[in-house]
């Protein structure tokens, strides 16, 4: 497996490995991949496995508070699945974010992705404590706006 940061020439492939990722996964513009390429390229992560795109991590330090990094979209092609992509990815996303003296890296996931809860927690990730608890899954109303609940995940960086 090689990790290599997304570039313009990748993001066909890349898009072709994210409509694989419904319901958890909605696909954005072309131009929005083009600006994680370019812009953001240190954070976007590919894990490229015999040539092809079998994972990606989307993510992007916040320019409100400069120590956190969220990750917006995480996903394994299905036939890659617990071979530690996602594994990797997160590290390299951290590796950047300790070399940048982040602290925090953080995302959400909606409640109900039980597989999505269990690789976060087996990366330790932790579970922000929410408003209510649904199967096992700590949940905050609202979090991205009305109606949108969400689990909330986050890992320090370099504690
Ligand atoms: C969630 C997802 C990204 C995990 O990717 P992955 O590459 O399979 O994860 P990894 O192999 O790196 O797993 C790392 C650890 O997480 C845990 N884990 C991952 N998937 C798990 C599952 N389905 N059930 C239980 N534990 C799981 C394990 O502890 C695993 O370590 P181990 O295999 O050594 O035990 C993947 O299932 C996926 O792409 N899902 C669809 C898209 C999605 O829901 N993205 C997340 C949106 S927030």
Redesign the pocket.
């Known amino acids: 497996m090689i990790i290599t940061p997304l570039t313009v020439g990748r993001i066909p492939d890349l898009e072709k490995l994210l409509a694989?990722?419904e319901p958890?996964?909605r696909l954005r513009g072309s131009s929005d991949y083009w600006l994680y390429a370019t812009l953001f390229a240190n954070t976007c992560p590919l894990?490229i496995i015999d040539g092809q795109v079998a994972?990606s991590v989307i993510a992007f330090r916040s320019q409100v508070d400069p120590s956190q990094i969220y990750?917006q979209?995480?996903?394994?092609?299905?036939s890659?699945?617990?071979?530690?992509?996602?594994?990797?990815?997160?590290e390299e996303v951290h590796r950047q974010g300790a070399l940048w003296g982040c602290r925090r890296l953080f995302?959400?996931?909606?409640p109900d992705?039980?597989?999505?809860h269990?690789?976060?927690?087996?990366?330790g990730f932790s579970n922000r404590s929410g408003d209510t608890s649904e199967q096992g899954v700590s949940v905050i109303y609202d979090y991205k706006g009305p109606g949108k609940h969400r689990a909330v995940y986050e890992r320090q960086i370099g504690s």
Do not use: F, K
């Not at 979209?73 to 299905?78: A, C, F, G, I, L």
């Open positions: 694989l990722g958890y996964i894990a994972g990750l979209d995480v996903m394994t092609h299905p890659h699945r617990r071979q530690g992509v996602t594994r990797a990815l997160v995302l959400t996931s909606e992705n039980h597989a999505a269990s690789a976060w927690l087996g990366l």
